[in-house]
């Protein structure tokens, strides 16, 4: 079993930065795909990012691409969300989710773990 808590959600005006964490709990984390999804309201939840399992690979979505980078550190068992020149529209909440696969992929219904959420709101 895996749990995924994400932290580092907040406030921010456009331009800013904001850093999310995932912590993850159980030994199968260093193996498999960890993906950044997220969700604003009357939308559906969207892949953000996505880093293979010893963080050679990573992949991210056009709107984010240059602007956020994905990182982890198996040995914390952590995932990263560095986020930078943040604008409105990124406004959503941010989930993390773990795919048991080798295979960066980035459909929703792929990842079979996912966390609570934390709420990423950009001001104008």
């Known amino acids: 079993q895996v749990q995924l808590v994400e932290s580092g959600g907040g406030l921010v005006q456009a331009g800013g930065s904001l850093r999310l964490s995932c912590a993850a709990s159980?030994?199968?984390?260093?193996?498999?795909?960890m993906g950044w999804f997220r969700q604003a309201p009357g939308k559906e939840r969207e892949f953000v990012a996505a880093?293979?399992?010893?963080?050679?690979?990573?992949y991210y979505a056009d709107s984010v691409k240059g602007r956020f980078t994905i990182s982890r550190d198996n040995a914390k068992n952590t995932v990263y969300l560095q986020m930078n020149s943040l604008k409105p529209e990124d406004t959503a909440v941010y989930y993390c989710?773990?795919?048991?696969?080798?295979?960066?992929?980035?459909?929703?219904?792929?990842?079979?773990?996912w966390g609570q959420g934390t709420q990423v709101t950009v001001s104008s």
């Open positions: 989710a773990l795919d048991v696969s080798f295979t960066i992929r980035t459909t929703r219904t792929s990842y079979d773990y």
């Open positions: 159980g030994r199968t984390f260093s193996r498999f795909v």
């Open positions: 880093i293979s399992w010893g963080g050679g690979s990573t």
